[in-house]
């Protein structure tokens, strides 16, 4: 005997005590699939019969169950559940977690059920248990639908029980392992014109040969219809009859949207309102033979709720689907599929008001949906409504995939008055503001595709909800933080603490032929992210405030205080952009910079006076005026040369740090004060270009600064051959000739945005700083030989660690951004970047 | 963060005839150089000058250079952590000096010439340079001329490359007078802590007694007695260890230090009218008033509501909700949750959580009490918040406080266009208010009436403007 069970049921056990169950159970599936309420009992009881446990040995077999459910697999409960009050839990939990029931029902001969127990040491209780139970059984077997138990499986003897095999059937909304490339097509209502023309743009060839069709797709292509198909538009039954060939030519897929259901329910001769465009549909029919009614009625009876596609990546659903019931079937998703949630009032058009379940989604899947008219289709959070009202003269939409390209056609003419207007656009961030706590507070585990999972500490993602919260910018601007930067190991060399020699090595020591040194700014490290027109800054990332971009500090702050400046700034850039072909190139309406921003002293103003200038005035007034004390006890012949030797030196480096400083000290007036040192174009439209090495990334930077030398800054930078020595020496000497000038030091990457090495991910960049640079940032004193060897002793391993994990987090923020990605999905990797910032490591390096 | 020695100089000088004997009131030979070896470094002195009519001694500390890496505070990130300064310790560790390297001067004995210790001489100290935080050459003034000093201050500019930036917070300092050497040096010790202000290091045990016995005869009636007290006692955190060698840093940040000046500043503008009592009896008042028995305090900071809440019978069910980590715990310690009895602790919880995120832990509460907290919020994340509170957690009752900046003319010690807090982003007048409850009641379902808190003025209102939203 064959059973066949949706890989994703609660299935039921059914039978007295001693019918076979466990045996069963054992033999046709895995034990962890497998939960028993004796071995329940045992746990809590140590004794798998001692019945007085039952009531809590059934709430782990309850918790068990749910965990199980929630997270979509299959799961057998061994228990009698011989009682409707037994089973009804069970039920219950499986139309909450929208699982398919299942009960292979024990319904053997009593005698044999007593004996078996009989011969059971810890079953000695007698044949009166067995009997009540296989009473409760028989009463039972006619109410298990009624109950909500889907498919029922009789087994009446042993060898019924010992014949049957288990055969797991996959779901029918389970299409994970067709990946298209498809095209969807959007709610049609009877528009067989708008159908057609869209059809052939999307290279299908349609032929009509009297009431018979036939489509030919573009070679590897195939439609998916989000329902909807027929009433309110001119030709609905031809709009079934292309539909319906396409399906069963295996050259298309088709949902079940709340008009076809509703069709559906008329042909079958229920008394449905003939409103809402189904008049209209009634009277096409009219005209067609009651054979193709009949033919239509059982079609439409067979269509699915939704589709799960692409390896889970894609879902589609006439009305859309929460994540919770995306691959689940139940009256519950079939319902949501087709008409969506309802609040259950209704607006002043008496339309129901629906539960925007869009702005809260945060699933993986992509949703692709229709049902409630749009002007535009757009994403928001990861899903797009493509209904863009083709039978109420708007036009008739398909989105292609996976490239995501939408395709549409203009509705020849209004087939039916609206009863409400269509909404404004929708906006891709109207989900910015539905971020819940859930999903940043507490430890995080973060699946990147570059380090896989990445996970965030609890206490550091509390410390960073403050500086989300109280100082970032809108979180629908955030999708990018840069990793934090290590400095090269500490040089052996007499009197220095960096050298680029040990920076080169690293990566040389990693199998990497070529890096490419940039000079490094001493400014402040800043994202410009900037929209070609502020209506993109809309539709692209929701924001609605009228800006067209935001500066960001690597902190997710402001980098501006005055919204002019940075307004100014963002204009340059723009135009930059556009006068380097960059936004035509890119073809996109938005772009990431990662820069830095001068002069230094711009952000750090109050930094350089409250601690750099300070330490510098009190350092030389004291050592000026021991200075003068000293050489006063000299003069009266004191033997004080020792301490006026070190405070001689002790006073040359306290002066050598106000220069170091005041190097980096620039005015700041305006905008013509402000220079930016764009670095890496780290994205755009459809774009992470993580893909592109550093020659590339510079080559697009220096093409942005020529375009606006005034404003932006072309790095300088060369590309080094690790296996050529005199490559090796030049660049060397380049570094030594820059901060022997005063510049604070180079940066060192591999050429590859992304480098892997023997141990996984490569620090992204490298720094290595000046010797008079790091007197501000170790001190004043901090090359004086006994100071430098204990300095030697920095560890750099923590912030190496933390900057692979920042880079992989900060570049898996890009990608989810990029694939339109729910905005939660994105703002978890960006909190987690700043989360990873409020780890304790020494800030000088 | 830096690794420094300390550039510290105390001279004293004396024109005593014969002012050598200033060698002997400090066991100090004039042609020697004398230095001492200090847990953290050691301490030198020399005598710059030593003649009959005037002598020097001088006192410099060169401190071990420490690696200093401060505690991550707030979450400021890395940036705040690189650009946060930490003041000098010096002074704090010139007075250790003192007392290693005086310690018999300072307790006034002398072996060679006890009269002349006993006597007042013409003596003055110069401190070279003396950081002058929390206080300025006022409070040098006000802490040495009580005890019959003359104090002269020479400020230091911060850098003579940029004279707009003004002058540093140093000073070389001179206080002179006639006075006992011990008592010159008692002072010393005890008011160059105070002047660097809560940054204190603290060899040994039980500073209270040590200060009690230092300040003897002039403590008792000095008119800044008090502050003097707090500041000497107040920093203590942190220890020399046992091991001698390390010193520890007091591991507070400065952004805290911040935002407590911030506090304190926003309270001595509203102090005369004691805006803040008045706005917690308004809001418990009202929310009494409106029958509510579960309630939350949203941006509960360090629990003033909540203590005021847990005393009403009515408030079954209380919930502080604050976003920094170390505000909730330092109000979990203000209101003793440890040690709270159980049918009190039941009642009331703590949280951190944020107002621009949805929290299913909000949802079902009779009323919220938002109390001068949006006013800290970034404009651009009004409407997050606005979704959050009314639109998901949607509580009975929203009691809801800030700034009626109208009022703001009134406060005598503001300048025109400031803030009442440097953390304000804005302060919204009358009108901007109460556009804003408007809307945002009518868009989630809930009523709102106006009240002002505080002495109003006839023409510009209340200090404080309450919106009372009640859900439809």
């Known amino acids: 005997m064959l059973i066949e069970i949706p890989e994703f049921a609660l299935v039921l056990l059914v039978g007295a005590s001693g019918t076979g169950k466990s045996t069963f159970a054992a033999r046709h599936f895995l034990p962890t699939e497998t939960v028993s309420s004796d071995r329940a009992r045992g746990w809590v009881a140590d004794d798998e019969t001692d019945q007085a446990a039952s009531g809590d040995a059934f709430d782990i077999v309850h918790a068990i169950v749910e965990k199980r459910l929630k997270g979509r697999r299959l799961t057998v409960v061994d228990a009698t559940n011989v009682q409707p009050e037994s089973r009804k839990g069970l039920i219950a939990l499986a139309r909450k977690w929208h699982a398919l029931v299942v009960a292979i029902v024990f319904d053997l001969p009593e005698q044999l059920a007593v004996e078996r127990n009989a011969s059971r040491r810890d079953r000695a209780f007698g044949a009166g248990p067995v009997r009540r139970q296989m009473q409760s059984l028989k009463r039972s077997l006619r109410g298990f639908q009624r109950e909500g138990v889907r498919y029922v499986h009789l087994l009446r003897t042993p060898a019924d029980v010992d014949a049957v095999t288990i055969a797991r059937t996959r779901l029918w909304v389970d299409r994970r392992d067709e990946s298209g490339p498809f095209d969807i097509v959007g709610d049609v209502h009877g528009c067989a014109d708008e159908l057609e023309r869209l059809l052939a743009d999307l290279g299908y060839a349609v032929r009509w040969d009297g009431t018979e069709v036939a489509v030919t797709p573009p070679a590897g292509r195939s439609a998916i219809f989000v329902g909807d198909l027929v009433d309110r538009g001119p030709r609905s039954p031809d709009v079934l009859r292309i539909v319906r060939h396409m399906v069963e030519a295996g050259t298309a897929l088709a949902v079940v949207g709340n008009h076809d259901d509703k069709l559906k329910r008329h042909l079958s001769g229920r008394a449905v309102k003939a409103t809402h465009g189904l008049a209209e549909t009634i009277e096409q029919f009219s005209g067609e033979s009651p054979a193709f009614a009949r033919e239509m009625r059982d079609w439409l009876d067979g269509l699915v709720s939704h589709y799960v596609l692409d390896g889970g990546r894609l879902v589609v659903a006439h009305a859309g689907l929460k994540e919770e019931m995306q691959g689940r079937a139940s009256g519950a998703v079939r319902s949501f599929a087709m008409y969506g949630e309802t609040s259950g009032e209704v607006d002043e058009f008496g339309l129901p008001v629906r539960y925007d379940w869009a702005a809260d989604y945060k699933g993986k899947a992509k949703v692709v949906y229709g049902h409630t008219p749009v002007p535009e289709a757009n994403w928001v959070n990861g899903t797009i409504c493509i209904d863009t009202g083709c039978c109420f003269g708007g036009k008739l939409t398909a989105l292609r995939w996976p490239e995501m390209d939408l395709v549409s056609v203009p509705a020849a003419r209004t087939y039916y008055e609206p009863i409400r207007p269509l909404p404004a656009p929708a906006s891709s961030g109207a989900g910015g503001i539905h971020l819940d706590i859930a999903d940043v507070l507490g430890k995080q585990a973060i699946e990147t595709r570059d380090l896989g999972i990445v996970t965030v500490r609890e206490e550091n993602a509390a410390a960073a909800l403050e500086v989300m919260s109280r100082w970032a910018v809108d979180p629908r601007w955030l999708i990018h933080l840069p990793p934090t930067m290590s400095p090269a190991e500490t040089s052996r060399a007499e009197g220095w603490l960096e050298r680029p020699e040990e920076a080169l090595a690293y990566y040389a020591g990693q199998g990497v032929r070529e890096v490419v040194v940039e000079e490094k700014h001493m400014g402040s490290r800043a994202l410009v992210l900037l929209c070609r027109t502020i209506e993109a800054a809309v539709t692209r990332f929701g924001v609605a405030g009228g800006e067209r971009g935001v500066v960001m500090t690597r902190t997710g702050r402001r980098f501006f205080s005055d919204p002019a400046v940075e307004a100014a700034a963002l204009h340059r850039v723009d135009a930059a952009m556009a006068a380097a072909g960059l936004w035509d190139e890119l073809a996109s309406d938005w772009v990431l910079w990662d820069t830095e921003i001068m002069p230094w002293s711009l952000k750090a103003q109050a930094l350089v006076e409250r601690q750099y200038a300070a330490v510098g005035a009190a350092a030389v007034s004291g050592l000026g005026a021991l200075a003068d004390a000293l050489a006063r006890a000299a003069a009266r012949g004191i033997a004080v040369d020792g301490l006026a030797g070190r405070t001689g030196r002790r006073l040359a480096n306290a002066r050598a740090f106000r220069d170091a400083y005041n190097r980096y000290v620039g005015p700041f007036a305006g905008i013509d004060d402000l220079r930016i040192a764009p670095f890496h174009l780290l994205a755009s439209e459809r774009a992470v270009h993580a893909d592109k090495d550093h020659v590339w990334h510079m080559g697009q930077a220096h093409r942005l600064a020529a375009a606006d030398p005034a404003l932006l800054v072309a790095t300088a930078w060369r590309g080094v051959d690790l296996a050529n020595a005199e490559a090796t020496r030049d660049a060397v000497a380049w570094w030594e000739a820059l901060t022997g000038a005063g510049g604070e030091g180079v940066v060192v990457k591999p050429r590859a945005f992304l480098a892997r090495g023997r141990r996984g991910l490569l620090q992204p960049a490298v720094k290595c700083r000046g010797r008079e640079y790091l007197r501000i940032i170790y001190g004043p004193d901090y090359d004086v030989p006994e100071n430098l060897e204990r300095l030697r002793r920095r560890g750099l391993g923590q912030k190496r660690s933390m900057a692979i994990r920042e880079f992989a987090l900060g570049l898996e923020a890009l990608h989810r951004f990029v694939e339109r990605a729910p905005l939660s999905r994105v703002h978890q990797c960006v909190f987690g970047v700043l989360a990873m910032e409020s780890e304790p490591v020494d800030p000088r390096l | ?472």
């Open chain 2, 1 to 472: 963060m830096f690794i420094r020695k300390t550039s510290m100089l105390l001279t004293v000088t004396t024109t005593h005839r014969p002012a050598t004997d200033l060698g002997f009131l400090l066991m100090k030979n004039p042609a020697r150089v004398h230095e001492a070896e200090l847990p953290f470094g050691r301490a030198t002195i020399f005598f710059p000058e030593a003649g009959e009519d005037r002598c020097t001694a001088a006192l410099t500390v060169e401190v071990d250079p420490v690696e200093l890496v401060r505690g991550k505070g707030r979450g400021g990130g890395i940036e705040e952590q690189y650009v946060t300064d930490r003041p000098y310790a010096a002074s704090s560790l010139l007075s250790v000096a003192i007392g290693r390297a005086l310690g018999t001067a300072m307790s006034g004995r002398s072996r060679d010439r006890q009269a002349l210790a006993d006597s007042p001489l013409p003596l003055a100290a110069r401190i070279d340079p003396l950081p002058l935080r929390g206080g300025g050459e006022a409070l040098v003034r006000r802490l040495f001329e009580p005890l019959g000093y003359a104090v002269a201050a020479a400020p230091v500019p911060l850098d003579p490359a940029h004279p707009e930036w003004g002058d540093s917070p140093y000073a070389a300092v001179t206080l002179s007078g006639e006075t006992r050497l011990a008592a010159l040096l008692t002072h010393l010790f005890v008011l160059i802590p105070v002047l660097d202000d809560s940054k204190h290091y603290y060899v040994g045990e039980d500073e209270v007694a040590k200060l009690l016995r230092k300040g003897e005869g002039w403590l008792e009636s000095h008119p800044e007695r008090e502050l003097i007290v707090r500041r000497y006692l107040g920093g203590f955190r942190s220890l020399v260890r046992a091991a001698g060698a390390a010193l520890d840093e007091r591991v507070e940040t400065e952004a805290a230090d911040e935002a407590e000046a911030g506090d304190s500043a926003e309270e001595a503008i509203e102090k005369p009218i004691r805006l803040n009592d008045l706005r917690i009896d308004k809001v418990v008042e009202t929310l009494k008033a409106l029958g509510a028995t579960s309630v939350l305090d949203l941006g509960c900071g360090e629990g003033r509501l909540l203590r005021r809440l847990l005393a009403e019978r009515q408030f079954g069910r209380i919930v502080g909700v604050e976003v920094a980590p170390r505000i909730l715990a330092a109000a979990g310690d203000r209101l003793r949750l440890e040690r709270m009895a159980d049918l009190q602790r039941k009642r009331i919880a703590l949280l951190q959580g944020s107002l621009v995120y949805r929290d299913e832990r909000l949802m079902g509460f009779d009323a919220a009490a938002v109390i001068e907290v949006i006013e800290h919020m970034e404009p651009d994340r009004l409407p997050a918040f606005e979704a959050a509170l009314f639109g998901h957690a949607r509580p009975g009752a929203i009691v809801l406080t800030t700034p009626n900046r109208d009022y703001n003319a009134c406060f005598e010690s503001m300048a025109e266009g400031a803030m009442r807090h440097p953390d304000h982003r804005f302060e919204w007048t009358r009108g901007e208010f109460e556009h804003w409850a408007l809307g945002v009641a009518s868009a989630h379902g809930y009523e709102v009436r106006f009240e002002g808190i505080g002495a109003a003025d006839p023409a510009r209102g209340a200090p404080t403007q309450m919106g009372v939203f009640t859900r439809c």
